[in-house]
């Protein structure tokens, strides 16, 4: 009997074991890109000229269609930025590509509010998107990441 | 006694917990194989640009011109000759031949109208004006436009009228002419009114709105993985050849896990339908082709793209048109990710026949060789033997 015992503890040694290279695997996964970690659609630009908030206009993001997003600008004490200049770019830090398409701000609304028209995002995983603000109080940018 | 009982025991518990972690998937998987599914491919989305796109005597017509040898210069081509239809609509050869010789591959047909860029390269915008261009490319149909719109005046004439309305007067239109091609057809052309030059302009897009039309209905069959797949999403045991052998869904999890396969080759028709530099070397005996970047400019000077007078329905769908990427040095030949359906039964694979094998085209992927020009998206990934043979035994099941 005390062999069997024996036995049945290496056996469940090496599972704890092959459970523990798993884990490890796993978490380290998951831990690839502290860059893109943070997913917020509203954030400072670089050098805090500007509070800039995104989303998409028509609720969830599909794959592989055209689809637009509203921007909203403010100043860091959150007067709405007017009749900014602003340059849509970004891309996939992982695969060394841009943007599939090349979106455009194409209508001011008005209240620091902005349309970009054209975004399209083709693979699943890590997008940045960046945003380049120029305005009366300067210019600014702000790098969004999106997890598709 | 107990010695071996105890061995005995300790393989069950050591087999038990090795078949916990076997093949079956983890939720992350199901939700992505699921994605790949024919059954996940959404119903065909109506193209405004061809008002004729779903009207079914556009698409019989369609069909008709599609077969029709006489739509080409010397009587010999048609679209079947290098689509054809009993070979996933393609020729099998490494470069497809016309009239002579292309430097392109010849693309299946299979869900053909998903695509919002035509050829390898994207370099026309619809599915009915990609139809146009071999028809006047001098290594493909080589005809011109007018002489197209006499033979459909000729052969079609009330057919036609019935689906596109009234032909306008033929009677003073060369019988050969065309903005493209040889000089003699080109002072022909110019020496054209604006209303004939128009006339036969929407003779010849209708050819291509009826071939559209037809190609709408190419659709890629269900395969084994899709009833694989199924199976899988219902929670039921898959059944006769819907059951995956192990090397085949260790391909399969190669496919979409770590071989990073499915980053550009996903949705059901297994393509993201963008453009991308892997770092395919260069066909012998052939001029450079340097893919996409070429394109950008050709698209948006083509009379028929989405933005011209030949669009039906408003500007709303050009969007694709609108917002084209036109620089970058990742457009450096980048070509159009291919769907992976049928792919296994069709070689030779790349832009321009460049592997003979799937072997080869897995190597490719997985070594991640420099480009000739600008640079590869490729990384490299570490598989043995092996684990190469299983992704290749699962593109299998893409084509049965």
């Known amino acids: 009997m005390a062999s069997l015992g024996r036995y049945l503890l290496a056996a469940f040694g090496l599972a704890a074991v092959l459970l523990g290279v798993l884990a490890a695997v796993y978490v380290s996964g998951f831990g690839r890109h502290d860059a893109a970690s943070d997913i917020s659609r509203s954030r400072k630009t670089a050098n805090?000229?500007?509070m800039v908030s995104i989303e998409p206009e028509?609720?969830?993001?599909?794959?592989?269609?055209?689809?637009?997003?509203?921007?909203?600008?403010?100043?860091a004490a959150g007067q709405p930025v007017e009749y900014a200049a602003i340059d849509v770019s970004g891309g996939m830090p992982e695969h060394n590509h841009g943007l599939p398409t090349s979106p455009q701000v194409t209508d001011y609304l008005g209240n620091g509010h902005y349309r970009i028209e054209g975004m399209k995002f083709t693979m699943r995983g890590w997008w940045q998107l960046r945003l380049s603000i120029s305005a009366a109080a300067g210019s600014d940018t702000a790098i969004f990441n999106l997890a598709l | 006694m107990t010695r071996i009982a105890a061995v005995c025991?300790?393989?069950?518990?050591?087999?038990?917990?090795?078949?916990c972690g076997k093949p079956q998937f983890s939720d992350a998987e199901k939700a992505t194989i699921a994605s790949l599914a024919l059954s996940a491919l959404p119903l065909l989305e109506p193209d405004t640009t061809n008002r004729f796109a779903d009207d079914p005597g556009a698409a019989a017509l369609g069909s008709t011109l599609f077969f029709d040898q006489k739509l080409s210069r010397d009587g010999t081509v048609s679209c079947s000759t290098c689509h054809k239809i009993e070979r996933q609509f393609q020729d099998d050869l490494p470069l497809a031949v016309g009239v002579g010789r292309t430097n392109r591959r010849t693309m299946p047909l299979a869900g053909v109208a998903y695509n919002a860029w035509f050829f390898w390269d994207g370099r026309r915008d619809s599915l009915w004006s990609q139809a146009l261009t071999p028809l006047e490319n001098p290594l493909e149909h080589a005809g011109n436009r007018a002489a197209y719109a006499h033979y459909i005046e000729a052969r079609f004439g009330e057919r036609y009228e019935r689906i596109f309305g009234p032909l306008p007067d033929l009677s003073a239109v060369p019988a050969n002419?065309?903005?493209l091609g040889a000089d003699v057809e080109k002072a022909a052309w110019a020496s054209m009114t604006d209303s004939q030059r128009d006339g036969v302009n929407r003779i010849f897009v209708n050819i291509g709105k009826a071939i559209a039309a037809f190609e709408r209905s190419l659709m890629p069959p269900p395969t084994r993985f899709d009833r694989f797949?199924?199976?899988?999403?219902?929670?039921?045991?898959p059944q006769g050849d819907a059951i995956l052998s192990d090397e085949e869904v260790q391909g399969l999890k190669l496919f979409i896990g770590r071989a990073n396969c499915v980053t550009c080759h996903n949705g059901p028709?297994?393509?993201?339908?963008?453009?991308?530099?892997?770092?395919?070397?260069?066909?012998a005996n052939l001029p450079p082709d340097r893919g996409r970047i070429d394109a950008v400019a050709e698209v948006e000077a083509d009379p028929f793209n989405c933005l011209g007078p030949y669009r039906d329905g408003g500007p709303d769908a050009c969007g694709e048109l609108r917002f084209i990427r036109k620089t970058g040095e990742e457009l450096v030949r980048a070509f159009k990710t291919p769907s992976l359906r049928g792919a296994a039964t069709r070689p030779p694979y790349m832009h321009a026949g460049q592997f003979a094998t799937l072997e080869q085209v897995v190597a490719n992927y997985l070594d991640a060789p420099a480009s000739v020009e600008s640079t590869t998206e490729q990384h490299p990934v570490q598989l043995s033997e092996r684990e190469r043979a299983a992704l290749v035994a699962f593109l299998k099941t893409l084509g049965e």
């Not at chain 2, 797949?229 to 045991?237: H, K, M």
Request: no cysteine; charged share 10%; aromatic share 8%.
């Open chain 1, 58 to 75: 028509k609720g969830a993001v599909r794959q592989g269609e055209l689809h637009t997003w509203l921007v909203t600008v403010t100043t």
């Open chain 1, 48 to 50: 805090g000229l500007f």
């Open chain 2, 229 to 237: 797949a199924e199976a899988l999403a219902s929670g039921t045991e």
């Open chain 2, 9 to 19: 025991l300790a393989f069950a518990l050591m087999a038990t917990l090795a078949a």
């Open chain 2, 177 to 179: 002419a065309t903005p």
């Open chain 2, 269 to 283: 028709l297994f393509t993201d339908g963008s453009f991308h530099n892997v770092g395919v070397p260069p066909a």
